[in-house]
């Protein structure tokens, strides 16, 4: 049993369980568990690189629903979650 639950832990939780073939309910959640920035306002030399981290892996989970998406043909929800990975790191290639 865990004593502390923390938002990065479910959100990296809901990415593991994503998987590479799973329906896209755990990308969902996991993109719902992230809320921004990780600790915004704190500049210890170990925080810069776990938002960098953080926010990489939003948006790349944000790329593989949309590419779920498409694969499934729901292409109108594809769209609203490539322009929020576009929106959250604007040199995403995946959709430019």
Do not use: N
């Not at 810069?48 to 998406?69: H, I, K, S, V």
Request: proline share 4%; net charge negative.
């Amino acid at each position: 049993m865990q004593a502390v639950t923390t938002d990065v832990s479910e959100f990296e939780a809901a990415l593991k369980a994503s998987g590479a073939q799973e329906p896209a309910d755990h990308l969902m959640e996991a993109l719902d568990l992230y809320t921004g920035e990780l600790l915004p306002g704190h500049y210890d030399a170990w925080i810069l690189p776990q938002q960098l981290r953080l926010q990489d892996e939003y948006t790349q989970a944000l790329t593989r629903l949309a590419e779920r998406l498409i694969a499934g043909g729901d292409i109108a929800r594809a769209l609203r979650y490539a322009q929020r990975a576009v929106e959250a790191d604007p040199s995403c290639e995946s959709f430019i």
